[in-house]
């Protein structure tokens, strides 16, 4: 795609079709959707911390994650894929700021200087770490153990972002999510970047987007379905996200 900018004019040019005004929610979602690839192909979400704690999220989807967090008031979030833990962090305070729930983070390898990190974290309390692959079904029946009857649960899958592994935790993790609540298949984003220097051309397909809109498709328990703002005095209705197609809200 080639577009053409012109601020003097206030237009966007798409492949030498009719202008879009600049100044409008259709040109805002040309340029942000440029520029969540630009950005992710220079690693800008590698530049965050939660608390101290490495973070690798694009703060929208995080702000937009709260949001949902804040209104389900989960008594249990499970997420998988720790890696430095910031989620996990960033989960935990959430928690502690609602005076409700916890957070248990799976991985299949958490490093030792990882792991020591967050068990000094004032946050400890609210997060319980589990090494081991996500999809393991004795890992499965160990994160099952953790929660009590009647609690509320939303997941977070971040871990291995293939087709097949992304499949196989919706399938294991999806029956834990409560009706009214979600459980996020994240970085969906790799479908749009096929065409930049850090993206592979087989993502078009392999891609977490891909895995949920397949397995929404298969149980008619679950759609996909963006939550709603919380807040918009504007005009716009499409987040600028790395979450494309992400949120799996269970209907029954």
Not at 9 to 16: C, L, P, S
Not at 21 to 47: C, E, I, M, P, R
Request: a negative charge; proline letters at 6%; aromatic letters at 8%.
């Amino acid at each position: 795609m080639k577009l053409e900018i012109d601020t003097d004019k206030g237009e966007i040019v798409v492949d030498g079709s009719f202008p879009v005004d600049l100044w409008s929610d259709q040109g805002f979602k040309l340029l942000s959707d440029l520029w969540v690839k630009a950005g992710w192909n220079q690693k800008h979400v590698y530049t965050f911390t939660w608390f101290g704690i490495p973070i690798i999220q694009l703060p929208e989807d995080m702000i937009r994650y709260q949001e949902v967090v804040c209104a389900l008031k989960p008594d249990v979030i499970i997420e998988t894929g720790i890696a430095h833990g910031g989620s996990l962090v960033f989960s935990a305070s959430l928690c502690k700021m609602l005076g409700k729930g916890r957070v248990i983070g799976i991985d299949v390898d958490i490093r030792a200087h990882n792991r020591a990190r967050l068990e000094k974290h004032p946050l400890i309390d609210l997060i319980t770490m589990v090494e081991g692959s996500s999809t393991d079904p004795a890992i499965v029946e160990k994160v099952k153990a953790e929660i009590r009857p009647g609690e509320t649960v939303m997941v977070v899958l971040d871990s291995d972002h293939s087709y097949a592994h992304v499949t196989a935790e919706l399938e294991a993790y999806a029956p834990l999510v409560t009706p009214g609540s979600y459980i996020v298949s994240t970085d969906g984003v790799m479908r749009n970047l096929t065409d930049v220097p850090r993206g592979q051309p087989h993502w078009g397909d392999e891609n977490p987007a891909q895995a949920a809109i397949d397995f929404v498709s298969g149980d008619p328990t679950y759609v996909i379905e963006q939550p709603a703002w919380a807040f918009n005095e504007s005009t716009l209705l499409d987040p600028v996200t790395h979450w494309p197609d992400a949120w799996i809200k269970r209907v029954r």
